[in-house]
């Protein structure tokens, strides 16, 4: 496959083994979060979780605090902020999942403006993280 070479190459954040595996074994992902604050697949399950429980704003200061370092890690790895950062890669996951948590609990206290960038820079990462994120 020839890749454009007016678009940047996709952002393939680096896997986090020990992170993942303490949150795939059930770990509180709070406990998760203490131990590797950068992990943000650890922010992600706590702000979906306060979503799913009606705290918004809690949602709201995990999604942004999970954002926040996986924007750090996209740079980290090269990222120039645009250009595709693909669902299918497992360690992209956490920081597009924070995003789509910024994103529902902005809407939910009126941050229509927040919604909005949020939902297109997942767009302009990979539109795939729409459908599988629920903002589709």
Excluded at 11 to 17: A, D, G, M, Q, V
Aim: glycine share 8%; net charge negative; proline share 7%.
């Amino acid at each position: 496959m020839t890749r454009n070479l007016l678009e940047p190459p996709e952002t393939l954040l680096p896997e986090s083994p020990e992170a993942q595996a303490e949150l795939s074994a059930g770990t509180d992902p709070t406990v998760v979060a203490a131990h590797h604050p950068a992990f943000s697949a650890a922010w992600a399950a706590l702000a979906e979780a306060a979503l799913e429980s009606g705290q918004n704003i809690a949602a709201y200061a995990y999604a942004r605090t999970g954002y926040h370092r996986g924007l750090d890690a996209l740079r980290k790895a090269g990222w120039k902020g645009f250009g595709p950062v693909p669902w299918r890669h497992e360690p992209n996951q956490g920081v597009l999942r924070s995003i789509a948590a910024l994103a529902k609990a902005a809407k939910s206290i009126g941050e229509d403006d927040e919604f909005d960038r949020c939902r297109k820079l997942l767009e302009d990462s990979d539109p795939k993280s729409l459908e599988a994120t629920g903002l589709a």
